[in-house]
């Protein structure tokens, strides 16, 4: 039996991608979104909860985007759950990762454009086959304590 793990999540990105390389030149792009749940607190007024997840994009399209993965960009990514684990300074560590085979753009949505001018032509898919899957996790994507 094979288990199901597939995630769809549309955030906001909480800095801009950035364009990194493997050891033996790969390129990949990483950035890191805030999804937020609303919840009733003990006052009963609503509050946002924030979550942070971590997005690793490879190949040409990954950095054919990157130009439209700026901050406050909203973003809807579909993909793969894995989790990783590392030790640093004797503490052990653990992140959630999106591997993404889809990612929209949500036209419309940066804190640096009003939707009035923003444009229908921003919308964009990458798919699947433009990303291939390497286990690559960057640590240094801020998460809710960097925040």
């Known amino acids: 039996m094979s288990d ?10 909480v800095k801009d991608a950035e364009l990194k390389k493997t050891a033996d030149g790969k390129s990949y792009v990483v950035f890191s979104i805030a999804n937020n749940l609303v919840r009733r607190n003990e006052d009963g007024e609503y509050a946002d909860i924030p979550n942070f997840f971590q997005i690793t994009m490879w190949n040409d399209t990954a950095e054919k985007m990157l130009k439209g993965l700026t901050k406050g960009r909203a973003v809807t990514i ?8 590392w030790v640093k300074d004797g503490k052990v ?45 960057d640590e240094e994507v801020p998460d809710a304590a960097d925040n």
């Open 93 to 137: 560590h653990s992140r959630i990762n999106i591997q993404p085979y889809r990612v929209n753009f949500v036209t419309g949505t940066s804190l640096n454009t009003a939707p009035a001018e923003a444009k229908n032509d921003e919308f964009y898919t990458a798919e699947q086959d433009d990303f291939i899957t390497e286990d690559i996790f």
């Open 4 to 13: 199901l793990n597939v995630v769809a999540i549309t955030g906001r990105l």
């Open 78 to 85: 579909q993909g793969t759950l894995r989790q990783k684990s």
